[in-house]
């Protein structure tokens, strides 16, 4: 009886879910250009994929051991890496998912006032997780499974085991996920306080990331070069990446399956992993869940702090920016997306660009790195200013209390831009430093391109914070966090889009017809750039400021 009624309690918490799913699509700021946006950036990363994971194949898969080929080990070698690395991001976007879907529910407060147990909780939401996983394991199984296939030449048995693939590897990640889940919350709740360790913690790995990036992007380059690839893998680093792929588990279960040795073993190991997992990781989600939605319900809870001397007065500009600063850096995920992507973002401009300017010079044979380097610095601007797009939103509430201070709204307004700026800057003059001490750049080059650059920033600035303001939206949680824009991310992201390519497409252009026609005349691209950064951030100011004050004092936004 109890079963059946939990069974039911599901059908409904799901059912609930479903039509709270299908409402986004309806509602009035559903974020349509996000929306395509998305399923355009995915399909652009599949055929992307698609294309060099193919090369590698073709490579990879003729490589000579003794002076033998042997393509169904290397075949199993290469799944089995491939897919341990896929195993491992989604266990980590199911981390994140179990907190939205379970711990961190917005109903689990209302739910822990009604006749509904924690099984039924715990059931619903992770039969969530595992639909949210079910399509993004389809989308990666299949770009991965079918540009194998199609380069290694597989029997009917391999597409079989795609298919049930798709189903299975979210099991493998919810399981995996589950018995982290518990150690995972410890490691937050040290981190919850400590704002620096934590800061420097993500911005080190952030940074090991896209030096990581920087070798996927090298070896994209020797792919579009030639073969050079194939004579780097001899007898010696074969020897090495087969050791290596022997103990990556589960994903070396999933290389024994697909191309079909050790089926047995791999089968089990798979099955089996799920269900200990499973069994396993039941009572510690749960407990997790009981002690969750306790301390939503009990509310927030205060630290002590030590007493401080109260310092000298400072103007009300400074305050709000020092205000601006510590919400940011005291809020984990708001610093991780602002504070740690400007900081890091210098070193993604460099890899970019020294891969990009000798693949230029191979197939082009032109110099365009004055060029290349505008480009990169116009569409890394935007995507290091994306999180501006909650410059109000992030207030909340609070924000009708600035309202009522004594304090002008422009000093309100521009204390955001001033912050969202001096980051800005020292994100693009790291750049610059990067560029002209690798020799990429002459320094009056890096000068210029810093300069234009930052004009730029400062314009996704504007526009980010004035976008935010006609269409504010605020959190309906305790603490204000929020954890998308609206909209806004989307539209700076487009708007980044179309001033880097159209005003670098322009500029590549130039050059090229430049130096082909032998014209002298490549101080044009300074011209160029240098008015349409004027013309833009004379048009932002605009936007910016245009009825400001009339609507800042007549403000009733944010969703209220």
């Avoid at 990640?173 to 934590?198: C, D, H, T």
């Avoid at 680093?237 to 022997?246: E, L, M, N, P, Q």
């Avoid at 391109?449 to 600035?461: D, P, R």
């Amino acid at each position: 009886m109890k079963v059946k009624q939990d069974l039911r309690v599901v059908g409904a918490l799901l059912k609930k879910n479903g039509q709270e799913r299908r409402s986004v699509f309806k509602q009035k700021n559903f974020d349509f250009l996000g929306f395509v946006l998305r399923i355009l950036l995915t399909a652009a990363i599949v055929a992307l994929f698609a294309v060099f994971f193919g090369r590698f194949c073709d490579i990879y898969l003729a490589v000579k051991t003794a002076g033998k080929a042997d393509p169904v080990t290397r075949g199993g070698e290469m799944l089995t890496i491939l897919y341990a690395i896929v195993v491992l991001g989604m266990t980590a976007a199911c981390l994140g998912m179990f907190e939205r879907k379970i711990f961190k529910a917005d109903d689990n407060r209302l739910y822990s006032a009604l006749p509904i147990g924690m099984n039924a909780l715990f059931a619903a939401g992770l039969v969530s997780v595992y639909a949210e996983q079910a399509v993004v394991s389809a989308v990666i199984v299949l770009a991965i499974n079918i540009t194998y296939g199609l380069h290694a030449g597989v029997s009917g048995a391999f597409w079989l085991t795609t298919a049930a693939l798709c189903f299975l590897l979210p099991l493998i990640s919810i399981s995996l996920a589950s018995l982290i889940a518990g150690p995972y919350q410890l490691i937050k709740r040290f981190f919850k306080e400590q704002f620096v360790v934590f800061f420097v913690v993500v911005t080190a790995a952030l940074g090991v990331f896209f030096w990581l990036y920087s070798i996927i992007l090298g070896a994209v380059k020797e792919l579009l070069l030639g073969d050079s690839l194939r004579y780097f893998f001899n007898d010696r680093v074969i020897g090495k990446i087969a050791a290596v792929a022997s103990y990556l588990y589960p994903g070396r279960w999933i290389g024994y399956i697909l191309t079909g040795v050790n089926l047995i073993e791999g089968w089990l190991g798979i099955l089996l992993f799920v269900a200990v997992g499973f069994a396993l990781s039941v009572v510690m989600i749960r407990l997790i869940l009981r002690r969750s939605i306790q301390e939503r319900n009990e509310g927030t809870q205060y630290f002590k702090r030590k007493k401080k001397a109260v310092k000298p007065p400072k103007s009300a500009f400074f305050a709000l920016i020092k205000r601006e600063f510590l919400l940011i850096f005291r809020t984990p995920s708001y610093a991780f997306s602002y504070f740690s992507v400007a900081l890091v973002m210098p070193l993604m401009v460099y890899f970019c660009m020294d891969v990009t300017s000798s693949l230029l010079m191979d197939f082009v044979g032109l110099n365009c790195n004055v060029e290349l380097a505008l480009f990169l610095a116009m569409l890394f601007g935007a995507l290091t200013n994306v999180f501006c797009g909650t410059n109000i939103s992030r207030d909340g509430e609070n924000f009708y209390v600035l309202k009522a201070m004594p304090v002008s709204y422009k000093e309100v307004i521009f204390s955001k831009v001033v912050l969202c700026a001096i980051v800005m800057g020292i994100s693009q003059i790291a750049s610059a430093i990067l560029l002209a001490a690798s020799a990429l750049l002459a320094w009056y080059d890096a000068l210029f391109v810093l300069a234009v650059g930052g004009a730029f920033g400062f314009v996704y600035i504007c526009v980010a914070t004035r976008y935010d303001f006609d269409h504010a939206h605020f959190s309906s949680e305790e603490n204000g966090e929020i954890s998308e824009s609206g909209g806004t991310m989307s539209v700076i992201v487009v708007l980044g889009l179309i001033i880097s390519f159209v005003t670098g497409g322009l500029l590549f252009l130039l050059k090229i017809t430049e130096q082909l026609r032998n014209l002298g005349l490549g101080y044009l691209t300074y011209i160029l750039a240098a008015g349409c950064a004027l013309i833009a951030v004379g048009g932002a100011l605009f936007y910016l400021l245009f009825g400001l004050r009339k609507k800042y004092y007549e403000f009733t936004g944010g969703g209220l």
